[in-house]
């Protein structure tokens, strides 16, 4: 039988991987800037987790939802500690998609209401009610067009209120960085704004923190630097560090009820493992700290290039752009420099996205490299 052939491939074939590295069949080595979409945060098979996965499996790997799992308590008082958020209750599911389609139901319950206002660049999953509020025609099947969904300037607070005015609308869900987009960030007024507008004429506000959470930004989430409490919050990637979990954060005053909401695979024993180990490791190892630091060393080492004119994104989550589109430097990295690298919607941004536990003398590696591809 053939793959639906849907993906473009780099001819490149891993087969391992060891913190901030990944190794082909050749065992030739590969430096991961981009962790597999965000994915990596603890690095590859890092032994906490790789233990963590491996000692659940020997006891119980999956039962459904319809027993009790005292894992994903223990998962959610971790996330709790470490995040530093109060008062939201966790629904564990397998994706960043279906977290925010949840996170979109969880809104439409609660209000009543059938309209979701998104943003321009935005990206929220590729699942049949997140994908209409994805800035992305070619991911739109005539099937995806029939939400309600309205798309607004980002920043544009006024255009924002003019919406919300209307009364139909369920949510407002935004990316706090855009990552598919561009790593373009807002100013905190309009944040600000837009948590105090969506409270005003009562719409949920859900902040999909899939990429840029769990101490990616230096933050643990994107949100905390602008002081502002969304009702609903959107994890996934980095929370697994490979293994498929996703999870919404719900604020307290919002009622579960039975039925509501439900998986079959969401939060199962090795899920919960594997996120269990996740945060061990960020809260151990300082990790959002690290990525602070590395973005200070970053901004600086780019200083020094003139052909980087800017420097986007916080902590990790870091976009270098060209005046050039920079399809042939990947490519260039990749093959000739052995560096894994990403793109976004903006075609002369580089996105890096290494595992937090990237060091100093990696990052010298890579502008090395890169050097000697600009020439």
Sequence with gaps: MELFDVYLLYDITPVKGKDVYIFDKEDNNYLDMYGGHAVISIGHSH????????????KLGFYSNSIKNPL???LADKLE??????????FLCNSGAEANENALKVASFQTGKDRVIYFEKAFHGRTSGVVAVTDNKKVQAAYNQHHKTTKL????????EEELKK????????????????LDEAASEFYKKTAELSKKYGALLIADEV???YGRTGDFFAFQKHGIRPDLISIAKGMGNGFPIGGVLIDKNIEAKPGMLGTTFGGNHLACAAGIAVLDVIQ???????AKELFDFVKAEAANIPEIKNVKGRGLMIGLEFDFEIAGLRKELLYKHQIFTGASANKNLLRILPPLTIQKQHFKAYFKALKIALK
Excluded at 167 to 182: C, P, R
Excluded at 284 to 290: A, E, G, P, T, V
């Design 167 to 182: 009364g139909d609308v369920a949510a407002v869900i935004f990316e706090v960085i855009q990552g598919v987009g561009g």
């Design 72 to 74: 994903q308590k223990e």
């Design 284 to 290: 151990k190892k300082n990790l959002m700290q690290n």
């Design 47 to 58: 032994p906490a987790y790789v233990n963590g996965i491996a000692n659940q499996v020997k």
């Design 153 to 160: 300037a980002f920043e544009d607070s006024r255009a924002l």
């Design 211 to 213: 990429q840029s959470g």
């Design 81 to 90: 500690e470490v995040s530093g958020v109060k008062d939201y209750q966790l």
